[in-house]
């Protein structure tokens, strides 16, 4: 099982453009999630999902977008980038119920914005 | 709202034991996770409580207190592949995880 898997890496964006994350998870997990970590701030919750076709803001859900369209997909998009969305993004995954807290999180995407 | 409190940096010898803090302010608990997290890496799950007392993995244990909204990740035997970050987070009804800010630790000869 390749677990939670994240695409791209790496990515540099001009400001104002736009790009879409994807992750994927093979683990049959109910729940996904969309993180961003910044130096000395932890992980701050974007958006997430608790099931296909549904979708429920985060923390920090402003300049974000995303799609649950498929039980293992969870897109992330940003429609128009600006330097304060340089971060570093994790998608993460888990079971409902108690499962929920042990996530399983991908690689990360390390994102640019100039 | 939600908020934890966890220092941001400890420092430990290799071989010692070294606790990890976490309080907590929350409506509905559910229970405190622990996770930790190499630089560069992703996150890793570690431990969870959901009711008061020691929970025991190894050489890592993790300790919850409902009535004192606090919690302890202890880690025995340090070796120098625990230096890394470490982060308390808490589920309360209705929301996903809120993550601590985290800890770093750092394990020295």
């Known amino acids: 099982n390749a677990g939670v898997t994240q695409t791209p890496k790496f990515r540099v964006l001009k400001t104002g453009q736009s790009m879409t994350l994807l992750c994927a998870q093979d683990?049959?997990?109910?729940?996904m999630y969309w993180y961003r970590q910044d130096p000395g701030m932890g992980l701050r919750l974007i958006h997430y999902?608790?099931?296909?076709?549904?979708?429920a803001k985060g923390e920090v859900p402003d300049g974000y977008n995303v799609s649950r369209l498929k039980k293992q997909n969870f897109l992330l998009g940003l429609e128009s980038a600006a330097p304060s969305q340089t971060s570093v993004y994790f998608c993460a995954s888990s079971n409902p119920g108690q499962g929920a807290n042990e996530q399983y999180f991908g690689p990360g995407t390390r994102l640019t914005v100039t | 709202g939600q908020s934890l409190e966890q220092p941001s940096e400890v420092t430990a010898v290799e071989g010692a034991i070294v606790q990890i803090n976490c309080t907590y302010q929350?409506?509905?608990?559910?229970?405190l996770s622990w996770y930790q997290q190499h630089d560069g890496g992703a996150p890793t799950f570690l431990s969870y409580n959901a009711l008061d007392g020691l929970e025991e993995t190894g050489r890592f244990s993790s300790f919850l207190s409902r009535s004192d909204s606090y919690g302890y990740l202890l880690l025995q035997e340090l070796q120098m592949k625990d230096s890394a970050s470490y982060f308390c987070?808490?589920?309360?009804?209705?929301?996903?995880?809120?993550f601590g800010k985290g800890t770093r630790l750092s394990v020295i000869a």
């Open positions: 683990m049959n997990h109910e729940y």
């Open positions: 999902s608790v099931g296909e076709g549904t979708t």
């Open positions: 929350t409506s509905g608990f559910y229970g």
């Open positions: 987070a808490v589920r309360s009804r209705n929301t996903p995880l809120v």
